[in-house]
Every structure is written in C-alpha cells, then in structure tokens.
C-alpha cells in the first residue's frame, strides 16, 4: 500500500514531466473506483496547463488553471509517465494525456483509489479540509506531540497512525520512528515524556524523510516501464525483521500484533 513517502515520490517523479504541460486529453477507461469518477471532469480539464503537482497527506494534486485534479493510490494505485502511442495494460484506468506526447497513466488493480476535481480551493474540498499536520511540516513538532499526547491512554504507536493527530504515519514509519526514539510501541501515551516527544516528532520526520530520499534514488524506475515504488526495507532497523539481529544491541527483534497490525521492537534498546 501506497504511504506517504511513496505518494511523495510519486509527486517528485511526474513533477518535471506535467508542470507546465497542457492536458491535450483525460481519458476515463474505469470510472468505478472508490467512488466512482464524475465524467464532468474530463472536460473541466481539457486543454488546461498543469501548474503545480501538490500533495495534501496521501492526495497528490495536480493543480491547473482550470481547477485541481485530486487523485488517491488507495491501496495498489500506481502512476506511471509514458509515451502516449503505450499500450494499455491490465488495470489501466484513467489517461491524462499531455501536449508533450506524454501521458500520465493511472493503474490500480484494486481500484481503491480515487479522483476528483475542484475548481476551488483544494485544501477546502470536503476530503482534505479536517486532515491534521503533515508530519514534514513545522507545525508538526515535539511541542505538539506533547500537547496531542496528554491524558490519552490509547498506546503510542496507535496514537502517531491516528490521522486526527498527524497524517500519513503508516505502520512501517510508526515502528521504525518507535526505535529511533527509543520508546516502546505499547506504553500508554500519556506517559511520555516532554524529552521523549520531541524526539519521537524528531524520529518521525527522519524516518519519512530517508523513506523519500531512498524513494528518490529509484525514481527513475518508478517513471519508467515497470512502474515499481522504491522502499527503503535495506535501511530498516526493526520492520519484518522479527528474530533478526538489532542493529544498534544485537539482541532479536520482537514481534507482537497491535490494533491489527504487526508491530516490531526491540525490548533492549526501547524503554
Ligand atoms: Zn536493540
């Protein structure tokens, strides 16, 4: 499933080929997706220059002088640049061809994704105007972890994948951030520290900023023929790495199911 460093990768690797770029076509070959795509769009678009691709937690934007398409990956969604004259393959969608001979193309097997269009202001479309902090952003700090974990019993790592606290902190991020802070996934959250806030904010943002950095260095695949994201599993420390060596005591990774979801940790070097 798509996170938000794969979404943010996604962002940077259509950026240099759509800005800029006239839609010459938008072509709907699947409109029954999560919800299914208002045909209106089509010719809300046609023949608008692309201004900016924006992202919004998981929701890329491609903004242009007309209104703003708001596209999701849902779980198995992909873009992919590519020729126009490409042939489409299985679970192609949707088509948004550009005046470069270029075409931005939409595949989702699942089709839990979804797009939309606003003629107005997108951070105020009913999909994104209660989304809380980007966790790359300056209002996203240990202050506001501080603030954000007071008198809630709920465990830490279920309160950082909370998207009313802070968006786009996937199951691998909140692990991964756990360890880099040093604090175990399963203490009441209440219970952290002013210090152990400001670290976990400092962890979470290092973890989601090496996870687009890593992304970033496979961009090109990812724009290229075979469509595949780049993860950064090389660079975990606990993350499916249940029995396998910490990287920092050497003692084994633990495993243990949390809220549905796999959690790992080290019971040495987290407290
Ligand atoms: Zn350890």
Redesign the pocket.
């Known amino acids: 499933m798509p996170e938000l460093p794969e979404v943010e990768t996604t962002r940077r690797g259509i950026e240099p080929h759509v800005v800029g770029r006239r839609i010459s076509r938008l072509l709907v070959h699947e409109r029954r997706l999560r919800w299914p795509v208002d045909l209106a769009l089509v010719d809300a678009v046609m023949g608008a220059t692309i201004r900016r691709a924006g992202r919004r937690a998981k929701y890329l934007l491609i903004e242009t002088g007309s209104g703003t398409l708001i596209l999701h990956l849902g779980m198995s969604g992909s873009l992919r640049v590519l020729p126009t004259s490409t042939p489409r393959i299985a679970h192609d969608h949707i088509d948004i061809e550009l005046d470069s001979g270029q075409t931005l193309r939409f595949n989702d097997p699942r089709r839990f994704g979804s797009l939309f269009f606003t003629s107005g202001d997108p951070t105020l479309h009913p999909l994104l105007k209660s989304l809380a902090p980007e966790p790359l952003e300056a209002d996203f700090d240990g202050e506001y972890l501080w603030r954000g974990t007071r008198r809630r019993a709920v465990a830490i790592k279920q309160l950082i994948m909370n998207a009313k606290l802070v968006v786009g902190v996937g199951n691998i991020y909140a692990s991964e951030a756990l ?1 880099r802070a040093r604090v175990r996934p399963r203490r009441q959250s209440k219970s952290l520290t002013r210090a152990e806030c400001i670290k976990l904010a400092r962890a979470i943002k290092a973890t989601l900023t090496m996870a687009v950095k890593v992304g970033g260095t496979t961009l090109r695949d990812y724009v290229g023929a075979d469509g595949n994201p780049g993860y950064f599993r090389q660079k975990l ?1 606990v993350y499916e790495r249940h029995g396998e ?7 084994a ?1 633990r495993q243990f199911t949390q809220g549905a979801r796999s959690t790992y940790w ?5 407290k």
């Open positions: 360890f420390y060596p910490c990287r920092v005591c050497g003692k990774i080290c019971s040495n070097c987290q």
